[in-house]
Nanobody, 123 residues
Framework: VQLQASGGGLVQAGGSLRLSCAAS???????MGWFRRAPGKEREFVAA????????YYSESMKGRFTISRDGAKNTVYLQMNSLKPEDTAVYYC??????????????????WGQGTLVTVSS
């Protein structure tokens, strides 16, 4: 599977963006996740969704503002981001976990990564 993230851009604080992650190849069986890396910081977990879309898992700091979803027919995972804050500025990455089939928050659990899309939130 290959992943292509898109949808990043510049938005004002309080605004919204929707990121997309298009997958090529086998996709429907895997847990998918979103991570981000802010300038000068480690990559951190944002959200994950199981193969069916029935279960999701969020980082506490994003819960209630971000929503992860997936469309199997389009082989795409989405991250809807609302009420954006300047501290949400980061490169956002989507990733596939092809082995555990659990909702994992560690980067080591994901073995396929997209190239990242930059989100900049201005104050």
């Amino acid at each position: 599977v290959q992943l292509q993230a898109s949808g990043g851009g510049l938005v004002q604080a309080g605004g919204s963006l929707r990121l997309s992650c298009a997958a090529s190849g086998t996709f429907s069986r895997y847990t998918m996740g979103w991570f981000r890396r802010a300038p000068g910081k480690e990559r951190e977990f944002v959200a994950a969704i199981n193969w069916s879309g029935a279960s999701t898992y969020y980082s506490e700091s994003m819960k209630g503002r971000f929503t992860i979803s997936r469309d199997g027919a389009k082989n795409t995972v989405y991250l809807q981001m609302n009420s954006l804050k300047p501290e949400d500025t980061a490169v956002y990455y989507c990733a596939a976990d092809r082995t555990t089939y659990r909702l994992e928050r560690t980067t080591a659990s994901y073995d396929v990564w997209g190239q990242g899309t930059l989100v900049t939130v201005s104050s």
